[in-house]
């Protein structure tokens, strides 16, 4: 009773101290919350923030907060609650206004979940939704972070160079993002801790290319930033391929001491399945390689008590993913059957259009016997038409300067309204042109996702109003 108590004291606290502040402080005050050690502790304190933030409407904000809840339970092996919580935040939190570092955030949360339960398909193809909208923000923190998260699925479905690839474009973003010499980045100490885990990782890739000496350079800077940043996970990542360096080149003292660090790290901090497993592989690995066999056996038998106490959770979590699988499948059958049952109509129309024009035609037809006969041809301006929307089905390069050659006041109208990139045009004139958000997603190769967040990011950039139709707009800028 007395905790409860306490509780609720604490979270009232919270709320009056909080409501002070901004959206951008409240953000701060989340990032600056303590991850790799973070327990009930910290997600009773993101849920005193996301109370506040839902007062005030900073909806970024409470997304952020949710995001962070995720991949602490994720951390913690809560991999139900993690994905219960990005769904949350899909549903409720993104509009058209919504922040791409939330849009970032769900993808990459949702990338690490389906990794974990092996889903590495599902994993790559939620990095590939949001990859080029990463690529030109040209923000070095964004970059680094999607380059590593492909890295590690490349690496669990051993494509060792493209991992390599990825690593190292991870690791040099990273150093940008160290320096952030032009001051776009907020650097705090969780996300720099982070950033600096990017070598151990490089040095441990080299390893597994039996590129030794590589690795040692990359290992030797990852132990020597890690007694400058005091950090459980940074330690963690650093003592773990420093452990896999020394016993590559037999210096077997120092792999174990670095692993017996790992291993007490996991057990107090880690609760995730993968934390577990790789420890407990690597002790019984080592001791193996020695001839200990008390010591291999009984890292074998933790290694069966992880294994087994973890397959029940897994089950269950894969038939959660099964039933949102069979969700969207349904939901697909049911605007199939809508497109169909509009296609029927739309024959219907063009049946009764033809008959009325038949019509039409016979009873006029003699009126014309003395007209000469001149062969038919298409507009200038209709036959570039028809080139714009074929160019635009095939995702043909000839598509924007055609396009162009269409509307040539399209580009400078819309420059008068905003700044925008040159994908971002090219994302309009396909809206200009009528297509639908299935078709844009068919023809430019990205998912129905991927392109409404692009419509809600244009919207926010165009400020077209809540309640227009995004179709309509376009319809009237030339106008």
């Not at 035609?361 to 016997?369: F, I």
């Not at 006969?373 to 714009?388: G, M, N, R, T, Y």
């Not at 399209?410 to 994302?427: A, T």
């Not at 809206?431 to 998912?447: G, M, Q, R, V, W």
């Amino acid at each position: 009773m007395m905790i409860k108590k306490l509780s609720f004291l604490f979270v009232l606290i919270s709320s009056f101290f909080y409501s002070q502040h901004t959206e951008e402080e409240l953000k701060n005050v989340l990032f600056d919350i303590e991850f790799s050690t973070a327990g009930p502790k910290e997600i009773a304190k993101i849920d005193s923030l996301i109370k506040v933030c839902q007062k005030e409407n900073y909806n970024d904000c409470i997304a952020l907060g949710y995001l962070k809840i995720a991949n602490i339970c994720y951390r913690n092996s809560d991999i139900k609650r993690a994905f219960y919580y990005t769904d949350k935040v899909e549903k409720e939190n993104i509009t058209s206004d919504t922040d791409f570092e939330v849009i970032f955030y769900l993808h990459l949360q949702r990338s690490l979940l389906y990794k974990s339960l092996g889903e590495r398909v599902t994993s790559l193809k939620q990095l590939d939704e949001i990859y080029n909208d990463v690529m030109e923000t040209n923000n070095a923190y964004f970059i680094y972070l999607i380059n590593w998260q492909y890295a590690g699925i490349y690496n669990d479905i051993n494509k060792k160079e493209q991992a390599l690839k990825h690593f190292k474009a991870a690791y040099k973003y990273s150093r940008i993002y160290r320096e952030n010499k032009d001051k776009r980045n907020r650097i705090d100490k969780n996300r720099l801790s982070n950033s600096y885990k990017t070598s151990a990782y490089l040095g441990g890739i080299y390893l597994e290319l039996n590129k030794t000496d590589s690795a040692k350079i990359y290992i030797e800077e990852a132990i020597q930033n890690e007694k400058k940043i005091d950090e459980i996970g940074m330690r963690y990542i650093t003592c773990f391929y420093a452990s896999r360096y020394f016993k590559s080149i037999n210096k077997i003292p120092e792999a174990q001491h670095y692993l017996w660090i790992c291993k007490n790290i996991a057990k107090n901090y880690y609760k995730s399945e993968n934390y577990q497993n790789l420890i407990a592989r690597e002790l019984k690995n080592l001791y193996e390689s020695i001839g200990q066999k008390d010591s291999t056996a009984y890292y074998s038998n933790w290694l069966l008590d992880i294994e087994s106490s973890n397959s029940g959770q897994k089950q269950t979590l894969n038939d959660h993913v099964d039933r949102q699988n069979e969700l969207e499948n349904t939901n697909r059958k049911k605007e199939t059957k809508g497109l169909f049952f509009i296609l029927s109509v739309s024959i219907g129309v063009c049946l009764l259009f033809i008959f009325l024009f038949l019509y039409y035609y016979g009873k006029h037809k003699s009126k014309s016997l003395d007209k000469i006969d001149i062969p038919h041809h298409l507009p200038v301006q209709e036959s570039i038409f028809k080139e714009v929307i074929q160019l635009a089905k095939d995702n043909n390069p000839e598509f924007m300067p055609r396009f162009h050659e269409y509307c040539p006041r399209f580009s400078e109208e819309l420059l008068k309204v905003s700044p925008l990139k040159i994908s971002e045009i090219r994302f309009c004139a396909y809206i200009y042109l009528n297509f639908s958000t299935k078709e844009i997603a068919d023809y430019t190769f990205i998912s129905v996702r991927t392109v409404q967040t692009k419509k809600y990011n244009l919207r926010k950039k165009l400020n077209i109003p809540g309640d227009m139709d995004i179709y309509i707009w376009f319809s009237k800028l030339l106008k």
